[in-house]
């Protein structure tokens, strides 16, 4: 699936400032956080991944004021990856700091306080970054292929090295496909008759082949992916009806941290509001503790307490593609929330449904 910014939320503090309306204007759905009051330049991309932006001007306002140090402070307190973003060059000569006082207060940043320090030569670079940023975290770091690679030395070896990922092609195999076809495309459309026809293509190899190149992909490669099948159909995890309310909403604990439930439904048999939080491998019990400490807060947010207010319930549910042993349910039930492993067909045929939708397919 094609990435796209509208698949992003950011949560800023500085909604009118030039970097949250460019992110705007690409896509991304920007939500102000009213209760900074716009004091910092910060943009909040999960309840783990916190990004404070400072240009050279405001750097070294930071070190005078000491505000670059209380920040640091929250920024540790409250996020697992603290980043300090630094924009654009210092300019010391209209200045009177000592740059290296301004190099100790930047390594202190990473040395004492623990947040990982970043630069961009200008807005341009900070707004991709940031979207980058956001990309890896909401929707998943695509996973580094242990191939070892090396450099294509032209165009025909390029292609040779396409061919040698099929099965049973190494090189020599590869050249006689591209010899006899001529190209990539005419050997990937090949049947496996013609397949069979080229030397060292057994009939095994040319099925394995046709196999390789015909059938769909079928995975669930993102926790993202997960989220937008259970969201397209609820009936892959909930036995009765449910009304989606929302995916990637926020609550606050009580010290003020900003919490990021996955999805967020409403339970019409049970009567009850279900926050579900969704893994792709293993549960362990943080998984648990952290869903917990939503369900602790969740009259913070005013969605939910709305419901409360009404009568209805408050239930979590924990949910993975992997692996849910006993010993973690009954860990997890002591807590008061669900952990279950769905079945992984039910949601990649959901995933196919979707696809066919995007292409304009039947």
Known sequence: MAFKPTDLTIHVTRPGGKPARALANLGVRICPIEDDHGKVDRYILSNRLAIERRDGAGLLQGIMDKTLFTSAIYLREH?????????????????????????????????LYGLTVLATPDLEETVELILMMARQEQIGIPEISLIPKRKATDLADMQRRVIEMLPGCGLVVARE?????????????ASEKELRGV???????????????????????????????????PGVLFDSPVTLLDRQHYIYSEDGQRQFVDMVFLDHEAEAVVFVELKRDRLCIEHCAQL????????????????????????????????CDTCLEEEADEMGISACSIEREPVIEVLLRLRRQRRGEA
Request: charged share 25%.
């Open 199 to 233: 030397r060292g293509i057994g009939s095994k190899t040319a099925a394995e082949i046709r196999g390789v190149v015909t059938e769909q992909y079928r995975a669930v490669d993102t926790e993202r992916q997960l989220e937008e099948a259970i969201a397209a159909e």
């Open 292 to 323: 917990r400490s939503y369900l602790d807060n969740a009259e913070r947010s005013e969605l939910v307490a709305g419901l409360l207010e009404g009568g209805m319930g408050l239930a979590g549910v924990l949910v993975t593609l992997g692996e």
């Open 79 to 111: 996020f697992e990856l603290p980043v300090l973003l630094i924009e654009g060059e210092v300019e010391y000569e209209y200045t009177y700091f000592d740059p290296q006082a301004v190099r100790g207060a930047v390594s202190s940043m990473v040395l």
């Open 177 to 189: 496909l591209l010899q006899h076809f001529g190209s990539v495309e005419a050997i990937l459309g």
